[in-house]
């Protein structure tokens, strides 16, 4: 918001310089983006405002905050012959020059209309050197009236060329399917179901909040015009601006909320400019079609919550004298104060918006530097937190780097990850196609990490991601990794190898472990991984036993070339739910053992398999064996692979290292015997497994 500072001084009696007056207001809240000095000796304060105090996109509304900061009374813009902000008093009735229906209260609650006859010309130099000091450029005396009221007082106004209404008539509708307009801009716009326009009797003549029509609009040979001042439903006008691709200024006030207390008052004012600068008079009384009158809301401030919340005591008088500086009603209660928010201060509707106005302006440099005592202690962290800290800790050890993606992903890359009953969700109104989906997989921003840093010279990435997937069926956690490049790092005693399948699956155990979860991987398939290089997650024991927990593989070389990666990369990726990992968790025992005091016997045992055999399963057979074996045993270990001269094609040797101890006594060699040929008996009964 440009503030032109002669125009804020018609409003408040401020001598202080441009500087001065941006620093106090800058430490209430308004960010000064600049001051810009102008040749008359004038000056400009740009100030940023937040999208919650759209009453301060006008000169009137920082003014007022002008007013407070230096307590100063505000002049207001008045009906009264001597004020210096005039407004040219009215009568509210109908016209019999046009007719105003609103179809549609729900998005335009309020419409305030005027007929006048007007003289179309340049503004006069006065008005045009304050617009273009505001950033507006000037067009006309009517266009230009209406845009000096919008800055003036925060109240966005349009005019119709009467002539060019059909009935004549106007009416606040939605648009009608496959309705068009072409707007002020020239281009012919197609119009939505629920989009607000203000029609004629034939047709649409503008975008309701947004920008007016083409065939309406107001030129050189216009003698009649129609002055719209009213209120639109902010959301709809975010909606519809939004869709459109079309912000304007009056989108821009609109769509933060507007005063609906200010349409007749906008009138007023422009009537006013026009007969003070010659350009028309007003023709018949104001409509105002009000159907459902709104009363201000009045809100109560407790002094002890005041005082609690700001951690000073502020004096009562200054209590009363910033709020209504303000322009808020106040009156003293037993325990505080009520005080009546104008309609303007749409951000006024908690107690604490009212502590918080008068912290700013009271100063929150004058607070004490002190914290409160602590009377209780910190509640626990939640357990989410502890968990994912653990996830991230265990994963950077692995070597891997952290990546954050955005949530929302463009449809295209979302489409291979969305996998069968979890289709991917569509943004109703997307900032743009780049972030028109929410994400179904962590993959999709993860594999474009990798892509990034591929096409950036790194030829070894290892990203991991912790965050959150969407469904239609709701919101779950996930840890997502991908990896490509070499599974081990370059030494100069010997050459390194590249990533395979295994490297993404040991970190996967990894982790698993770490949060004491018991897995199994099976075989499986994905449409987005590579056939033969994929494996299923589920959890192996615990409350949660037999649900999936997660998918590993290789991506699919297509999706990696859609993504941007080099052909010749092989891209392997892990995700897993982490939700389902938390209620699969096996509690720790705090139980401790004493180390062993009996020896232990370790055996080896080399067998040839079919290749097709899992590591897994052969494992799984040992252990079965192992429940009745005379020596127990404490640990298996697969420490050679072997395929070539000497072993059968298809097949291939494994080798296993058993070792055996007893807590209670040393164990003998016939007892290791018979647990070991035990356990080979078991491998070839089920597995047809031959001893090398």
């Known amino acids: 918001m440009r503030l032109v500072l002669s125009w804020l001084r018609e409003f408040v009696d401020v001598s202080a310089p441009a500087e001065e007056i941006a620093e106090k207001v800058g430490l209430r809240g308004f960010e000064v983006a600049s001051i810009e000095k102008l040749d008359d000796g004038d000056a400009v304060i740009d100030f940023e405002i937040t999208a919650n105090r759209p009453d301060c996109l006008s000169v009137l509304g920082l003014a007022r905050e002008v007013a407070t900061v230096y307590d100063k009374p505000i002049t207001l813009p008045s009906s009264d012959p001597r004020a210096k902000i005039a407004l040219k008093p009215v009568t509210i009735g109908s016209s019999d020059r046009v007719k105003v229906t609103i179809d549609d209260a729900e998005l335009c609650p309020r419409y305030a209309a005027a007929v006048a006859d007007v003289k179309i010309g340049p503004a006069p130099a006065w008005m045009t050197a304050r617009l273009h000091a505001a950033g507006v450029r000037p067009i006309s005396t009517i266009v230009d009236i209406t845009n000096y009221v919008n800055v003036e007082i925060g109240q966005p106004m349009h005019a119709?060329?009467?002539?060019?209404?059909?009935?004549?008539?106007?009416?606040?509708?939605?648009?009608?399917?496959?309705?068009?307009?072409?707007?002020?801009?020239?281009?012919?716009?197609?119009?939505?179901?629920?989009?607000?326009?203000?029609?004629?009797?034939?047709?649409?003549?503008?975008?309701?909040?947004?920008?007016?029509?083409?065939?309406?609009?107001?030129?050189?040979?216009?003698?009649?015009?129609?002055?719209?001042?009213?209120?639109?439903?902010?959301?709809?006008?975010?909606?519809?601006?939004?869709?459109?691709?079309?912000?304007t200024e009056a989108s821009s006030r609109f769509e933060r909320g507007a005063d609906i207390g200010a349409q007749v008052v906008a009138l007023q004012r422009a009537i006013a400019l026009m007969e003070q600068i010659g350009a028309g008079t007003a023709i018949g009384p104001v409509i105002d079609c009000y159907p459902q009158p709104r009363s201000p809301k009045t809100l109560h401030l407790r002094r002890d919550r005041l005082t609690r919340l700001l951690g000073v005591s502020v004096p009562d008088a200054e209590v009363v004298r910033i709020l209504t500086r303000l322009g808020l009603r106040v009156t003293s209660t037993p325990d505080g104060w009520d005080a009546v928010a104008p309609t303007f201060r749409v951000d006024l509707l908690r107690e604490v918006d009212l502590i918080e106005e008068v912290g700013r302006h009271y100063g929150f440099d004058r607070l004490e530097a002190t914290f409160p005592v602590v009377t209780?202690?910190?509640?626990?962290?939640?357990?989410?937190?502890l968990r994912d800290r653990l996830v991230r800790r265990v994963?950077?050890?692995?070597?891997?780097?952290?990546?954050?993606?955005?949530?929302?992903?463009?449809?295209?890359?979302?489409?291979?990850?969305?996998?069968?009953?979890?289709?991917?969700?569509?943004?109703?109104?997307?900032?743009?196609?780049?972030?028109?989906?929410?994400?179904?997989?962590?993959?999709?921003?993860?594999?474009?990490?990798?892509?990034?840093?591929?096409?950036?010279?790194?030829?070894?990435?290892?990203?991991?991601?912790?965050?959150?997937?969407?469904?239609?069926?709701?919101?779950?956690?996930?840890?997502?990794?991908?990896?490509?490049?070499?599974?081990?790092?370059?030494?100069?005693?010997?050459?390194?190898?590249?990533?395979?399948?295994?490297?993404?699956?040991?970190?996967v155990e990894q982790l698993c472990g770490v949060l004491r979860v018991p897995v199994d991987f099976q075989p499986a398939s994905e449409s987005y991984l590579m056939p033969g290089q994929t494996a299923s997650l589920v959890v192996a024991g615990g409350p949660a036993r037999g649900e999936p927990a997660g998918l590993v593989g290789q991506l699919q070389p297509a999706i990696a070339d859609a993504r941007g990666l080099p052909s010749k990369d092989r891209v392997y990726v892990g995700e897993l739910?982490?939700?389902?990992?938390?209620?699969?968790?096996?509690?720790?025992?705090?139980?401790?053992?004493?180390?062993?005091?009996?020896?232990?016997?370790?055996?080896?045992?080399?067998?040839?398999?079919?290749?097709?055999l899992p590591a897994a399963i052969i494992r799984g057979t040992i252990q079965s064996a192992a429940r009745v074996l005379a020596a127990p045993l404490v640990s298996i270990s697969f420490f050679d692979r072997y395929q070539g001269k000497g072993v059968p094609s298809g097949s291939v040797s494994v080798s296993v290292r058993l070792t055996f101890q007893a807590d209670d006594r040393t164990l003998t060699d016939a007892e290791v015997q018979q647990s070991f040929d035990t356990i080979l008996a078991a491998l070839v009964r089920d597995h047809g497994a031959v001893q090398r």
Not at 217 to 246: D, H, I
Not at 469 to 491: C, I, K, P, Y
Not at 581 to 604: F, G, Q, W, Y
Request: charged share 25%; net charge positive; hydrophobic share 40%.
């Open 376 to 385: 209780t202690a910190a509640p626990p962290p939640d357990p989410r937190i």
């Open 160 to 247: 119709f060329d009467l002539a060019k209404l059909a009935g004549p008539e106007i009416r606040v509708r939605r648009a009608k399917p496959g309705e068009t307009i072409r707007t002020l801009d020239g281009i012919d716009r197609k119009l939505e179901a629920d989009m607000l326009v203000i029609a004629d009797r034939d047709r649409a003549q503008a975008i309701a909040g947004v920008m007016g029509g083409a065939a309406s609009e107001v030129s050189a040979s216009t003698k009649l015009v129609v002055y719209e001042s009213a209120y639109f439903k902010p959301a709809s006008v975010r909606r519809t601006s939004k869709r459109l691709g079309l912000k």
């Open 577 to 612: 739910n982490l939700d389902v990992l938390s209620r699969a968790r096996v509690a720790a025992s705090d139980a401790t053992r004493p180390l062993p005091r009996h020896p232990s016997v370790v055996r080896d045992l080399s067998i040839v398999v079919p290749d097709t």
């Open 395 to 507: 994963l950077t050890a692995a070597g891997l780097s952290e990546a954050v993606t955005f949530g929302f992903i463009e449809a295209k890359a979302a489409e291979p990850f969305a996998t069968a009953g979890h289709a991917s969700i569509a943004v109703a109104n997307p900032l743009s196609a780049k972030f028109d989906t929410l994400r179904p997989s962590l993959l999709p921003g993860l594999v474009d990490a990798v892509a990034h840093n591929r096409r950036h010279g790194r030829s070894d990435v290892r990203l991991f991601e912790i965050g959150t997937r969407f469904a239609a069926d709701g919101e779950t956690r996930g840890v997502a990794v991908a990896w490509t490049g070499n599974g081990s790092g370059d030494h100069w005693s010997g050459g390194s190898r590249e990533v395979d399948f295994f490297d993404v699956k040991g970190v």
